[in-house]
């Protein structure tokens, strides 16, 4: 069964602080996802990551950078968050034209 | 880029009813055509997808596409309590390096 890991599930950090989000799959796919999601807003997507080391601005990256050094592996990273950085943070990894998912992260800015 | 709108915002209808959801692309170099659902709380799953004009049926789910006019819809026989959900279109161009770009979703409702 094709599964995406993240962690943490939920998380609350003062403005200020640094973030990491971590994403794993163990389906070997080369092409990984990360999106935010917004009431109203639909999925927005931050950053894509073609390969190790391989990765390209998506619609928002600012505020945002990422990192991929295992092809399994796939982390987000906000550098002094933001208040109006708090979302439900998804990550996805995709086969030919599928996206499978993970459970999400909500991250609260305070 | 991509721009994708979907309609309705919101839906609210009776256990038994057929619901309609529509798509609207504006690169007509789409090619693949996805609809993910997602339960509330939950992550987005893939639902259906098609690639050519036409139509495709899966149980009570049938997806329309018409490449021509930039629309694809989402038919959903015998609604049930637990197809209430937020669905999700996502059109595709061809390409290696495209970027998925997905719809902001219709909530569905069904009740009772």
């Known amino acids: 069964d094709m599964k995406v890991t993240q962690m943490p599930r939920y998380l609350i950090k003062r403005m200020g602080e640094n973030v990491l989000l971590e994403c794993g799959q163990d389906?070997?796919?080369?092409?990984m996802y990360w999106y935010r999601q917004d009431p109203g807003l639909g999925l927005q997507l931050i950053y894509i990551?073609?390969?190790?080391?391989?990765?390209s601005e998506g619609d928002i990256p600012k505020g945002y950078r990422v990192s991929r050094k295992k092809r399994e592996h796939f982390s987000l990273i906000l550098d002094s968050a933001k208040t109006n950085q708090t979302s439900v943070y998804f990550c996805?990894?995709?086969?030919?034209?599928?996206?499978?998912f993970g459970a999400g992260t909500r991250l609260s800015v305070l | 880029q991509q721009k994708v709108q979907q309609s309705p915002e919101s839906l609210i209808v009776p256990e038994g009813a057929m619901t309609s959801l529509n798509c609207t692309f504006s690169?007509?170099?789409?090619?693949?055509f996805a609809w993910y659902r997602q339960h509330s709380g939950k992550a987005p799953k893939a639902l259906m997808s098609?690639?050519?004009?036409g139509e495709k049926e899966e149980g009570r789910f049938t997806i329309h596409l018409n490449k021509a006019s930039l629309h694809f819809s989402l038919h959903i026989r015998d609604s049930q309590p637990s197809d209430s959900a937020l669905y999700l279109c996502?059109?595709?161009?061809?390409?290696?390096?495209?970027?998925?770009?997905f719809g902001k979703g219709t909530s569905l409702v069904v009740h009772p």
């Open positions: 996805a990894s995709s086969l030919e034209n599928t996206l499978y």
């Open positions: 389906m070997s796919h080369e092409t």
């Open positions: 990551s073609y390969d190790v080391d391989s990765n």
């Open positions: 690169d007509s170099a789409s090619q693949y």
């Open positions: 098609i690639f050519s004009n």
């Open positions: 996502a059109p595709r161009t061809s390409g290696g390096n495209y970027k998925p770009t």
